[in-house]
């Protein structure tokens, strides 16, 4: 008789593989989410190649992550933008007319300043002949905006590049119904009063019901919790599991702010309030008062809660990047090198937040560099199942050669070497600024730990991915 162990595989719905091939192997995470001091490791060979710039970092500052709905509620995202771009000319002193180019990332735009970057830019005092753009790619918004300014300055368009992010989620667009819109603009166009009546006679009171922000991803109408969900059952992620790894998140996220490791984090005087300091949204708890919370995307039988997904957040980023001459000769001493770089796409559906698992080996491979020689891990935390799937992926030759058509699996990235001062779970999520704080939380990480090489990865809707290595700048 035929039972569900033994069916063939391949006759068998794909989280329903995942799950009999990874519920064999659950990932235990008690004895192992707890950061270790990192060892401070041996140069190794740099990644600089012939005949193409150095692209350096030269420093990088973050507003305070913040829940949405709190101080930043009557900002709107150009503000938040603009005091991450004042921070940083502060940080920095860089001469604004020195700046080639400003690109930033933002994935919910305000219909008025579509365009953010150009309207902070304009804002923090920037001479109107510095061009800007802003880009768009989901949750690695940020990481677009830097690897673009990266082909500037590689290519020798530009020198000097600021990137960044913003996200406002305290005040998203609410439209109207679309046949409000329809009605209103067929209004504007009306030449008499006799259509005007016509199309008024036409209006219906379920008109005026609103149109929120997709919450949902478009090609499956499916949310990104929800998907989640159901990745964290296919690769047999606990509950507890999740929330083990949640409580590690948070807990280094309040040694790290406590230890004033956060160096990124720059005040902001919120006008007519007080000034905001620091992150708002770690708060580390206890696995008894995480387990009394009930599921939130799939009811009653789902893992994934409020506690163990990130959290809506508002905040902006930048970043200083420059050619690594240009640098040098501006007397300035660099982070640390931005290096190879991938994007990735897959099956939005049952593969959305995998991302992390399909740039890793494409971006080591292109930088001649394996697991072991990565000092320091920073990737994006949407859910605790979705890292926890991640690592189960990364870690199984199975899954590596029938669904990424590789000989052997990756590796599991070292705990103690991972998400070490806190991750999006604990820090915040803005999602169109979160790529510019993975990327500094690896050069500063590199710098105080005394590694070499750092690995940014994250997913982002749409079943998109990215990484990207980055080497210390030589002390």
């Not at 940020?142 to 990137?163: E, F, H, K, P, R």
């Not at 499956?220 to 999740?242: C, K, P, W």
């Not at 007080?274 to 387990?291: C, F, H, W, Y």
Request: with cysteine.
């Amino acid at each position: 008789m035929t039972t569900i162990l033994t069916y063939p595989f391949k006759n068998l719905p794909t989280a329903s593989k995942w799950a009999l091939r990874f519920s064999i192997r659950p990932l235990s995470c008690s004895s192992q989410l707890r950061a270790a001091p990192a060892v401070q490791t041996k140069t190794k060979k740099t990644l600089a190649k012939p005949n193409i710039r150095n692209v350096v970092v030269v420093d990088g500052v973050r507003t305070p992550f913040l829940l949405s709905g709190t101080s930043y509620k009557d900002l709107m995202p150009h503000d938040l933008a603009r005091a991450a771009l004042t921070g940083l000319l502060h940080r920095t002193s860089v001469p604004k007319e020195v700046v080639d180019y400003i690109i930033f990332g933002t994935v919910i735009q305000e219909v008025k300043t579509s365009n953010v970057a150009r309207e902070a830019a304009l804002g923090a005092g920037f001479s109107d002949k510095t061009p800007a753009h802003t880009v768009t790619m989901a949750c690695i918004s940020a990481n677009q905006a830097m690897t673009t300014g990266v082909g500037l300055i590689a290519s020798g368009q530009c020198d000097v590049i600021v990137a960044g992010g913003v996200e406002l989620m305290s005040d998203v667009p609410i439209r109207h119904s679309r046949k409000m819109r329809k009605l209103m603009l067929d209004l504007n166009k009306a030449k008499s009063m006799g259509q005007r009546l016509s199309l008024i006679s036409k209006f219906r009171f379920n008109f005026l019901a609103p149109e929120l922000p997709a919450v949902s991803e478009f090609s499956t109408s499916e949310t990104m919790g929800h998907s989640a969900d159901r990745l964290a059952a296919a690769f047999a992620v606990s509950r507890l599991e999740q929330d083990e790894y949640a409580l590690r998140s948070h807990s280094l996220a309040k040694k790290a702010q406590d230890e004033g490791l956060l160096s990124d984090v720059v005040p902001f005087k919120v006008p007519g309030k007080d000034t905001v300091t620091k992150d708002n949204g770690i708060r580390p708890s206890s696995l008894e008062q995480m387990a009394k919370l009930k599921p939130a995307f799939i009811k009653p039988y789902g893992t994934v809660t409020a506690a163990n997904s990130s959290f809506l957040t508002d905040g902006a980023s930048a970043m200083l990047i420059m050619a690594e001459e240009k640098a040098l000769a501006m007397g300035y001493k660099p982070k640390a090198y931005l290096r190879d770089f991938m994007y990735v796409s897959q099956d939005p559906k049952d593969q959305l937040l995998l991302g992390p698992t399909y740039a890793t080996p494409k971006v080591l491979e292109k930088a001649g560099l394996t697991m072991n020689d990565i000092d320091a891990f920073e990737f994006h935390e949407a859910f605790s199942g979705q890292i926890l799937a991640n690592f189960k992926a990364m870690d199984s030759d199975w899954f590596a050669e029938n669904y990424m058509g590789r000989k052997t699996k990756v590796g599991l990235p070292p705990l103690e070497k991972f998400n070490n001062w806190g991750g999006s779970l604990s820090l915040g999520h803005p999602f169109g600024a979160t790529g510019c704080r993975l990327v500094m939380a690896a050069a500063n990480r590199l710098q105080k730990e005394g590694g070499q090489y750092g690995l940014v990865a994250a997913c982002a809707a749409g079943g998109q991915g990215h990484a990207m290595i980055v080497e210390a700048y030589p002390k």
